[in-house]
């Protein structure tokens, strides 16, 4: 078979079995949109900005363990991409970017619409290439993929100079299906010594934790974790990327912890005797101030990514290794053993972990007149009867999504944890609904988050994708206000949106439903009437109390036995 | 600690600065840094001069080894190795110190490779304190120029650092 370049790319892309690419057309990819201008296989989803082709072939990635792809133009269309990638990147996601590049004979020439796009990504993907021959072009986009999806996934880009693409110079096509690199070889199984050190340790623990983090799900190792807590019955708390990876419902889970945890995990944290990280990398809102994380405990980490061992949190056991085949692994040595962990211990380490749950950390002010964000998300896993997907954009709301709406399956929580990226939630959700048509797929956001990626409405519209928007309106870039009402004597500098739009013209506008909620009364009737409009956009502008702040909350830089609780806790 | 690292790294457009910038974006030191093709032009092989404390070291090592292109990487400051350096340097040579110039050179079994009337270069290899100590034996005021490659190493001993 003899193909051109752009050909080369698309059928590659049929090869790797891709269902959807993400992008947006521009000069230096139009022989390759010409080429998928002439196939039906592989579906090409327009977005509005290329920050959304990047976030979109995210969420997809996220909700389905399959690789994300999205393809942008050279100069403004990968820059725009950037802040996708760099998304990506923080959390481990695995994608593939396409980009384009001006001619090879112009490149360094300052050439229209050129930009070192290699460059310019070099610190935020898993690795990126340049393609100066056709004749590479092929194997190339085989390593993109193969490297996004091992190991510790991550975004890997390959930029495509225009004349590579040439529809004129046509070459044999051969689509390498094994591949092997010899600078590129991930862990594929954990050292069976430091395995056998941590069963040990572990059995030997009287106050054990489990705190697991986004690793665990993308080393689809759910189940193993599952496994494990029922063969030994400890305690287990998650990071915001782990969300759903242990049922959330589940009495052994003690919530998430860190920054905004509850205050039975993080006081679990700061006594805990064992602590087994799986798949977490010990992130600064989740350690707190260092010298102070978990001071009597005995560290096992359990990571794919040597480079994560180590790097915050000195650790005493560490493996190196994929998640799911380590605790298969420690499975079988826990049932070689004859005795358990110590019944006497862990039954007092449940008696004070309960008094800890017994403070209610999570309690609200249930009588407000105002709409109380919490009571919105609650209300939304009661209506949605906590079968969602949901993405969500970042602050306060994102919070509050991860403390009330719990989770029981893995990959159903999507949202930007690492890097923090406002916009997210959106585009993510169209990934999400696109991977899942029948699925019912919401996006949790703020009223300064949904602004930064609003015109993908216009894409939800094209291709009829039916997401709910549950928007916290509370007028305010909330967690900025939040940090400025405690750390900046209310000094509320630019936190407030001075000028909203009519979030219901607007999504009339777009073609789609547009809902504004006020009382509280109210707002399970909407929510239903708008989850009822199974083929429908809708937005629902929920308007709620200002003031109100997520907690528990460790400042940065302080222990995790120092949380700052609710004023309202007495009320509730 | 002073270590120096050697890299076996595909030889491909951008490896360099993939390896220089993980070193600024994650605020490494980074004393020198040599690179060039091995007998295999497949490969090049880096020579980085770095300091930290162990656990940064640690970290250096682990983030190196997770770049694509490395191949292999050795601290030889863990084991017995050999360090070098070459340095060229350019010196006023004139009337009685032409002679002192001609005399410390042969003291450091150093080279003159260029001489005019008014100056020397003199090449000189070693481990990076030796090249210090030819600067400070020149006589004050006479270094009109210093070019040091940055030190290279290998590991005594058969064992090579190869695939």
């Not at chain 1, 997809?60 to 990968?78: D, E, F, M, N, Q």
């Not at chain 1, 056991?317 to 826990?334: E, F, K, N, Q, T």
């Not at chain 2, 080279?111 to 600067?135: M, N, P, R, W």
């Not at chain 2, 490659?149 to 005594?156: H, V």
Request: hydrophobic share 40%; aromatic share 8%.
């Amino acid at each position: 078979m003899e193909l051109s370049g752009a050909e080369i790319i698309v059928q590659a892309l049929i090869d790797e079995g891709v269902e959807y690419v993400f992008g947006y057309p521009g000069g230096a990819v139009l022989h390759t949109y010409d080429a998928l201008f002439k196939q039906d296989k592989v579906k090409h989803i327009l977005v509005r900005h290329e920050q959304a082709a990047t976030h979109g072939a995210d969420g997809y990635a996220r909700a389905t363990g399959r690789c994300g792809v999205a393809l942008v133009t050279s100069g403004p269309g990968a820059t725009n991409a950037v802040t996708g990638i760099a998304t990506a990147f923080m959390d481990s996601i695995p994608m593939v970017i396409l980009s384009g590049q001006v001619p090879t004979p112009v490149i360094g020439s300052d050439a229209f619409q050129e930009v070192d796009t290699v460059g310019i990504t070099r610190p935020c993907v898993k690795h990126n290439y340049l393609v100066k021959d056709v004749h590479d072009l092929a194997l190339t986009i085989r390593k993109a993929f193969y490297i996004a999806m091992s190991g510790r996934p991550g975004p890997v880009l390959v930029d495509i100079p225009k004349d590579v693409t040439d529809p004129k110079i046509k070459i044999p096509y051969h689509y390498p299906k094994d591949i092997k690199m010899r600078s590129y070889s991930p862990a594929l199984k954990g050292h069976p010594g430091q395995i056998k050190k941590a069963v040990d340790v572990l059995l030997q623990a009287k106050r054990p934790v489990l705190y697991t983090g986004g690793g665990v799900i993308l080393g689809e190792a759910s189940q193993a974790l599952r496994d494990l807590v029922e063969k030994t019955g400890f305690p287990i708390t998650s990071t915001l990327m782990g969300l759903g990876a242990f049922p959330m419902t589940d009495p052994r889970f003690l919530g998430m912890l860190g920054m905004h945890g509850t205050y039975e995990a993080n006081m679990a944290m700061h006594e805990t005797d064992v602590l087994f990280a799986i798949g977490a990398r010990f992130d600064d809102r989740v350690t707190g101030k260092i010298e102070q994380f978990c001071p009597h405990a005995t560290i096992i980490h359990l990571d794919v990514d040597p480079s994560s061992i180590s790097k915050n949190v000195r650790v005493d056991i560490p493996i190196v290794g994929p998640v799911g085949s380590v605790l298969a692994d420690m499975a079988r040595l826990l049932k070689e053993h004859k005795q358990g962990p110590d019944p006497v211990a862990l039954a007092e380490w449940w008696r004070q972990i309960e008094e800890w749950r017994g403070v209610k950390c999570l309690a609200y002010d249930r009588h407000s007149p105002l709409i109380k964000p919490q009571f919105a998300v609650e209300t939304l896993y009661k209506v949605t009867e906590g079968g969602l997907y949901l993405t969500s954009d970042v602050g306060q709301h994102q919070m509050f999504a991860a403390q009330f709406y719990p989770f029981d399956e893995p990959r159903r929580w999507i949202n930007s944890g690492g890097l923090g990226t406002m916009g997210f939630g959106l585009p993510a959700a169209m990934g999400v609904q696109l991977a899942f048509p029948d699925a019912t797929v919401a996006c949790v956001s703020g009223e300064a988050s949904i602004l930064m990626c609003i015109q993908e409405m216009a894409t939800c519209k094209q291709y009829d994708l039916p997401i709910k928007v549950i928007l916290l309106n509370n007028g305010y870039m909330g967690m900025v206000r939040q940090w400025q009402e405690f750390f900046y004597e209310s000094r509320y500098s630019h936190s407030y949106v001075d000028a909203l739009p009519d979030f219901v013209k607007l999504s009339e506008s777009f073609g789609h439903v547009g809902m504004r909620v006020e009382q509280p009364g109210d707002l399970e009737g909407a929510m239903r009437e708008a989850f009822a409009m199974k083929d429908r956009f809708v937005f629902m502008d929920i308007v709620v109390d200002p003031a109100e702040n997520v907690y528990p909350m460790i400042e940065a830089g302080k222990g995790h036995h120092e949380m700052h609780l609710s004023p309202e806790r007495e009320l509730a | 600690m002073r270590h120096i690292i050697s890299v076996l790294l595909e030889n491909e457009a951008g490896a360099l600065s993939r390896v220089s910038g993980l070193f600024s974006a994650r605020g490494y030191n980074i004393e020198s840094l040599t690179v060039a093709p091995t007998d295999d032009p497949t490969l090049s092989r880096m020579t980085l001069v770095t300091t930290g404390s162990e656990e940064i070291i640690e970290q250096i090592k682990k983030q190196l080894n997770k770049l694509v292109d490395t191949v292999k990487l050795l601290d030889l400051t863990e084991g017995r190795h050999i360090e070098r350096e070459m340095m060229l340097i350019k010196v006023r040579a004139v009337k009685e110190g032409r002679e002192e110039l001609k005399r410390l050179t042969d003291i450091f079994r150093a080279k003159i490779i260029d001489v005019t009337e008014t100056s020397y270069v003199v090449e000189l290899t070693g481990t990076s304190q030796k090249l210090d100590a030819f600067i400070q034996a020149v006589p004050e005021g006479l270094v009109v120029e210093v070019v040091r490659s940055g030190p290279t190493g290998i590991a005594r001993g058969e064992k090579g650092l190869t695939l």
